[in-house]
């Protein structure tokens, strides 16, 4: 079992929609929580972070992350052309300088007018 | 200009070839990261270093080798490469909290 999973997708709604992307992971010791997005032929850049459990708001983005399942989501409302990439989930443990982050697969979305 | 920078942006070579993928920064970020990306397998590691001296391999080290010749540039080697090392190559640098990527590398072994 890989440390973090992801639905590869890819995954096509229309104009408007919800979209939710979501990650499951087996490591624990996982409190820092990071989605990255990747267009393409660019390198992944940062969207959201969130530290242990909860939700986070950032304009249409809502990060939300559930410890005891093991489990964080990306919520993307209103979607437009612009969203369509992939999405990477990733996440770390705290506390250690050297703690390297863990990517789930990516899910590739197209958002289509 | 891009704060992490890759050259080539794209490279076809043949099998058993030597070459080496280049990465500069002008973060000023001591860690550096070089990673693969494959259609389904997302990003494995393969080296980083944590300064000029601190060289560490990856999940998938193997087939590769890397340098570090200062802070702002750290390079990838593919002592003989192979077609299966054919895929899109990343080097980063990071926080504690952000990682920073550049372009990538579009690597294709014939």
């Known amino acids: 079992q890989k440390e973090v999973e992801q639905d590869p997708g890819p995954l096509s709604v229309p104009e408007g929609a919800i979209v939710s992307l979501n990650c499951t992971y087996s490591?624990?010791?996982?409190?820092?929580f990071m989605w990255y997005r990747q267009y393409s032929r660019k390198g992944p850049e940062l969207l959201m972070y969130?530290?242990?459990?909860g939700n986070k708001e950032d304009g249409r983005f809502t990060a939300q992350v559930d410890k005891s399942s093991k489990y964080i989501s990306l919520f993307i409302r209103d979607s437009q052309p612009s969203d369509s990439a992939t999405y990477l989930c990733?996440?770390?443990?705290?506390?250690?300088?050297?703690?390297?982050?863990?990517f789930g697969p990516g899910t590739r979305l197209s958002v289509l007018p | 200009d891009a704060d992490v920078t890759q050259t080539p942006r794209n490279r076809i070579t043949k099998t058993g070839k030597r070459i080496m993928l280049e990465c500069s920064q002008t973060?000023?970020?001591?860690?550096m990261y070089w990673y693969r990306q494959d259609p389904g397998l997302g990003l494995q590691l393969i080296y980083y270093?944590?300064?000029?001296?601190?060289?560490n391999k990856g999940e998938i080290s193997d087939g590769y080798s890397v340098s570090r010749q200062a802070q702002a540039k750290f390079s990838l080697s593919l002592e003989s490469a192979i077609p299966n090392q054919t895929a899109l190559y990343f080097c980063?640098?990071?926080?504690?909290?952000?990682?920073?990527f550049g372009q990538g590398t579009r690597l294709t072994v014939v």
């Open positions: 990733a996440m770390s443990a705290v506390g250690n300088y050297g703690q390297n982050f863990v």
């Open positions: 490591n624990s010791a996982f409190q820092y």
């Open positions: 969130t530290y242990s459990s």
């Open positions: 973060k000023g970020h001591d860690r």
């Open positions: 270093s944590f300064d000029v001296k601190d060289i």
């Open positions: 980063a640098t990071k926080t504690s909290t952000e990682a920073f």
